[in-house]
């Protein structure tokens, strides 16, 4: 079996224990991965993102993310080469992580939840204004 063969294969098998473990792969990445923060985190570390990157996709300070990485490295969870963007070991992102990201940031929801409000109680007036005329 050539080398490149074995790889395929090799990397079937991860996919398959990756999916047949998936909820305890789940429970032990929580331990670090504790918060939906950290979560956005993880499931920004892609081997290519830096920590500023990942910050920013985060929303969270470069400090955090600093502090975050070397938890997982200290967990074993990732890989961080010194001068290189950190990668994970364990390849697996819950689905329900990934969805954090799609969130716009906290500020803008503010400001959508802010909007509905104020687009609610004009509505609630004009119905009053309605009602008495």
């Known amino acids: 079996m050539s080398t490149e063969a074995m790889l395929k294969e090799l990397k079937k098998i ?7 473990n998936a909820s305890l ?5 929580e331990k670090i991965v504790s918060t939906n923060d950290r979560k956005k985190m993880w499931v920004s570390i892609d081997g290519h993102r830096r920590q500023q990157e990942i910050a920013t996709d985060a929303g969270v300070t470069q400090a955090a993310v600093s502090y975050f990485l070397s938890a997982a ?12 963007a950190p990668y994970r070991i364990i390849e697996y992102v819950p689905p329900a992580w990934i969805e954090l990201l799609k969130l716009p940031p906290a500020e803008e929801r503010d400001m959508v939840q802010q909007v509905r409000l104020d687009t609610t109680l004009e ?3 004009e119905k009053q204004k309605t009602g008495e005329q």
Do not use: D, H, V
């Not at 792969?25 to 990445?29: D, G, S």
């Not at 490295?73 to 290189?84: M, N, Q, T």
């Open 25 to 29: 792969l789940e429970k032990e990445l």
């Open 123 to 125: 509505s609630q007036k």
């Open 14 to 20: 991860s996919k398959i224990l990756t999916l047949t």
């Open 73 to 84: 490295l200290a967990a074993e969870l990732i890989e961080y080469p010194k001068g290189e």
